[in-house]
Antibody, heavy 123, light 107 residues
C-alpha cells in the first residue's frame, strides 16, 4: 500500500525558494504507469493543482505557476520534489503530494495523499 | 483551461437527509471527474472516480453521476461522519482543476 510523506521547511522568507520533498513508501516511484503530483491549499481556501511528474521526468505544470515551479524525481531515493521560486505571502499554504495514476485505465485520480505540510511565507 | 464550478458553496443538513452537490465543467470532460472529501486538518480522500465509480472502502451511500459538463455527488442518508467539505476535480486535460468546494454543515 502506497504511503507518501512530505518534508521540508515550514517557514520561507519572501523572494526565496520553497523546497519540499515527498518520500514514497510501499511501492517504487519508477513504475511506468505512475505519475506523482503536488497540490496546495491556502488556509481556509480550496485546492490548487501545482503539477505532476512521471518517473521518466516528464512534467506538467499549472500555467499560473509554471514560471516559478520545478518538480523533479529521484528514483534512487524513491522521492520527488517541488521547488517554487520567488515566493510571496500568497504562496502560504498546506502543500500535499499525491499519487496520480490508475494503471492501464485512461481515468486518473489523486490517491493516496500525503498528510500535508504547512509552509508559511514570512520574513 | 477548464473551469470547475460547484454549487452550493455550503449547505446545512440533518443526519438522515439526502444531499446533492453539483459540479459543472466549462467544457465537456466526458466522465473524467473525481470527487474528494476533506475533513478539517486532514488530506482529501478520494470518494468517486471516473464520475460514478465508488472507491474501494467508501460507503455505498455516496453516489456519483453525470457526464459531459454536469455532475452530481449524492449522499443518500447523511451520517455524522459525512460533515466535511467536498471537491470535484477534472482529470480530462491539464491543467487539472478542482471545484471551489462544498461545505456540508450540521443543521
Amino acid at each position: 500500500q502506497l504511503q507518501l510523506q512530505e518534508s521540508g521547511p515550514g517557514l520561507v522568507k519572501p523572494s526565496e525558494t520553497l523546497s519540499l520533498t515527498c518520500t514514497v513508501s510501499g511501492g517504487s516511484i519508477s513504475r511506468s504507469s505512475y505519475y506523482w503530483g503536488w497540490i496546495r491549499q491556502p488556509p481556509g481556501k480550496g485546492l490548487e493543482w501545482i503539477g505532476n511528474i512521471h518517473y521518466s521526468g516528464s512534467t506538467y505544470y499549472n500555467p499560473s505557476l509554471k514560471s516559478r515551479v520545478t518538480i523533479s524525481v529521484d528514483t534512487s531515493k524513491n522521492q520527488f520534489s517541488l521547488k517554487l521560486s520567488s515566493v510571496t505571502a500568497a504562496d502560504t499554504a498546506v502543500y500535499y503530494c499525491s499519487y496520480y495514476a490508475s494503471g492501464s485505465s485512461p481515468f486518473k485520480w489523486f490517491d493516496p495523499w500525503g498528510q500535508g505540510t504547512l509552509v508559511t511565507v514570512s520574513s | 483551461d477548464i473551469q470547475m464550478t460547484q454549487s452550493p458553496s455550503s449547505l446545512s443538513a440533518s443526519v438522515g437527509d439526502r444531499v446533492t452537490i453539483t459540479c459543472r465543467a466549462s467544457q465537456s470532460i466526458g466522465s473524467y471527474l473525481n470527487w474528494y472529501q476533506q475533513k478539517p486538518g486532514k488530506a482529501p480522500k478520494l470518494l468517486i472516480f471516473a464520475a460514478s465509480s465508488l472507491q474501494s472502502g467508501v460507503s455505498s451511500r455516496f453516489r456519483g453521476s453525470g457526464s459531459g459538463t454536469e455532475f452530481t455527488l449524492t449522499i443518500s442518508s447523511l451520517q455524522p461522519e459525512d460533515f466535511a467539505t467536498y471537491y470535484c476535480q477534472q482529470s480530462y486535460i491539464t491543467p487539472l482543476a478542482f471545484g471551489g468546494g462544498t461545505k456540508v454543515e450540521i443543521k
